[in-house]
């Protein structure tokens, strides 16, 4: 069984940096990509950052690159985002979801196998 933990969300200014972290419960973590997603009110869930296993491949959605940066250190089970210069549009909840396959970028959230249960960011002007 695979389970995920958000933390680090919070309300924050315009321009401001929130680092987000995703633990990961079991002895698998070195074999899954990782990918953060979110979703607002009213819209769609969405993949805003994946990362292979071996976080040597990333993938971002347009509307976060250069901003967002993912990460993930295996001997911690643990995955990041720091996303910096945060814009009112960044608001939402944001999930780390997790899965076995390659195609981690591919599928959008459709391709993710577990999910943890949110975070939410709020970012005010």
């Known amino acids: 069984q695979v389970q995920l933990v958000e933390s680090g969300g919070g309300l924050v200014l315009t321009g401001g940096s929130l680092r987000l972290s995703c633990a990961v419960s079991g002895s698998h973590f070195n074999s899954l990509a990782v990918g953060w997603h979110r979703q607002a009110p009213g819209k769609e869930r969405e993949l805003v950052a994946g990362?292979?296993?071996?976080?040597?491949?990333?993938h971002y959605a347009d509307s976060v690159k250069g901003r967002f940066t993912i990460s993930r250190d295996n001997a911690q089970n643990t995955a990041y985002l720091q996303m910096s210069n945060l814009k009112p549009e960044d608001t939402a909840v944001y999930y780390c979801?997790?899965?076995?396959?390659?195609?981690?970028?591919?599928?959008?959230?459709?391709?993710?196998?577990?999910w943890g249960q949110g975070t939410q960011v709020t970012v005010s002007s």
């Open positions: 979801a997790a899965t076995w396959s390659n195609y981690y970028a591919d599928y959008g959230a459709a391709g993710y196998d577990y």
């Open positions: 990362i292979s296993w071996s976080g040597r491949n990333t």
